[in-house]
């Protein structure tokens, strides 16, 4: 009897073991044991010194589970971003995209890591224009510009943050309010904020600092930018540039005597600004619709032209100003050629004044008659216009023009376009050709005229 209970016993155990294993396998199909990925410390930097919002974050990421991280997502709140760069710990740039989102203020972007591993390092650069605004929106002449910020306190983020920690930089140490959340430190025109641990998901609490800020809100409405490509040595840059002062605006009257009186009239009014142009730039010419600009300077320095330009009346805010500059340098340093092979390389922007914002860039090149097989490639996306011919002097088919455009562009947007074409160098003769059959008619029909006898006393002599 008793060997029956132990064997009914040992029976019962193993159907028991059985049912325990098939529940923890349908447990962990229907609920798979995963691990998160946390930000184990956040460092943001966020430097709001001038008209712009430049941000840096340096983000230690960790898989908890110990798996090799392959992706991350990335969220900019900031309205208005312009410019964003991703990188590794090594300095090395990583592959990112942008994610479609219906909201306006929100940018999510999917970084792809060069390597495997369950910690990584990233280094984001981000800046946003339009971000920091005149508070209040009209000041009087003498009066001080104050601005004010409104942004996140902590990173945005779809992942837990571990420990985070944020400096900003002023443009003064002038400071009239600011978000007083504990752990904060203030030191002249510096503060740091924390640092703050364990921060949920998707924490969203505000950080905002009110302070006075001079520097030059100069923002670029439009500017149209043409390069004229020439195959006898030299190419033709021409700027035309609207701008406008989009800081406080002047309110009441403006007295040029006050203003030249008192050194501390009209602080946040441009009174000048350095543009800076290539080393081998030629023939720079300055003018507005009332024609040249004498009251600018030109210093040749090693690397650049530094051009201070100094506009016919200081720019307040909501003033506006209008201005062509051009010049000209040679086209070896920016053509190369191959046999019939053409490489155009320029800047699709160059500096216009510092922490420079454009709200619309169009750029026009003027390729030579006869150009064919135009390839553009740009460093980042564009607006691609249809191509279209223009007429000048000595053109029978006209001249190929590649035109597109972009919008909302700072200085971390300068860099070189690709313009491939191809280019008979037999055409290089059409224009000389062209001259010599003119001055040739233009002789032929002098002699012609000449031998020909218009004269009506001939005529009686012989009757």
């Known amino acids: ?3 029956i209970t132990c064997q009914n016993y040992r029976g019962l155990k193993m159907e028991t073991n059985w049912i325990l294993f098939y529940v923890t396998t349908i447990c962990l199909i229907i609920n798979p044991i995963t691990a998160d990925i946390i930000n184990k410390n956040v460092e943001r930097n966020l430097d709001i010194a001038s008209q712009l919002v430049k941000t840096s974050y340096k983000i230690q990421v960790e898989e908890t589970a110990g798996k090799p991280l392959k992706e991350y997502e990335f969220i900019v709140r900031e309205p208005n971003l312009s410019f964003i760069s991703v990188k590794d710990g090594f300095n090395k740039k990583l592959a990112f995209e942008e994610k479609k989102e219906n909201e306006k203020s929100q940018v999510k972007y999917k970084i792809t890591f060069a390597s495997s591993a369950p910690q990584q390092t990233l280094l984001i650069e981000t800046v946003s224009t339009k971000n920091i605004l005149p508070y209040p929106s009209e000041i009087k002449q003498n009066d001080k510009q104050l601005v004010k910020y409104v942004g996140g306190l902590y990173l945005y983020s779809n992942y837990l943050t571990q ?5 900003i930089q002023l443009s003064s140490s002038n400071i009239i309010a600011h978000t007083q959340f504990r752990p904060f430190s203030v030191m002249s025109n510096k503060m740091t ?3 703050y641990e364990n921060i949920a998901k998707l924490t969203d609490d505000e950080l905002f600092v009110h302070y006075e800020n001079q520097s030059p809100f100069l923002t670029v409405n439009t500017l149209e ?3 004229e490509v020439s195959h006898w040595g030299n190419i033709a840059v021409k700027e035309e540039i609207q701008m406008t002062h989009t800081g406080a605006k002047l309110k ?3 007295s040029r005597y006050d203003f030249q009186k008192d050194g501390r009239s009209g602080q946040s009014a441009v009174k000048s600004y350095k543009t800076y142009l290539p080393a081998s730039a030629t023939g720079v010419y300055y003018r507005d619709t009332n024609g040249n600009i004498s009251t600018s300077n030109m210093n040749l320095m090693r690397e650049s032209v530094d051009l201070d330009l100094r506009p016919r009346f200081p720019l307040f805010g909501g003033w506006k100003t209008q201005y062509v500059l051009g010049y000209n340098v040679p086209s070896y340093e920016y053509l190369y050629s191959s046999d019939n092979d053409y490489i155009l390389k320029m800047h699709l922007i160059d500096h216009i004044h510092d922490n420079m914002c454009i709200d619309e860039a169009v750029i026009t ?7 064919s097989n135009i390839k553009l490639e740009t460093p980042y996306g564009i607006k691609r216009h249809q191509n279209a011919l223009i007429h ?3 053109d029978t088919v006209g001249r190929p023009v590649v035109s597109f455009s972009q919008r909302n562009l700072v200085e971390n947007h300068i860099a070189e376009f690709t313009l491939k074409y191809n280019f008979s160098k037999v055409s290089l003769l059409q ?4 001259v010599i059959a003119f001055i040739y008619i233009i002789f032929l029909l002098t002699i012609v005229f000449l031998r020909l006898d218009f004269s009506i006393t001939s005529h009686f002599h012989k009757e």
């Open 431 to 434: 224009e000389p050709l062209l």
């Open 392 to 394: 000048t002097y000595l």
């Open 163 to 167: 420990s985070q920690r944020i400096n």
């Open 193 to 195: 904020f924390g640092p």
């Open 225 to 227: 930018r043409t390069i």
């Open 365 to 371: 090149i003027i390729l030579p008659e006869g150009s």
């Open 252 to 254: 009441g009257s403006f």
């Open 1 to 3: 009897m008793f060997s």
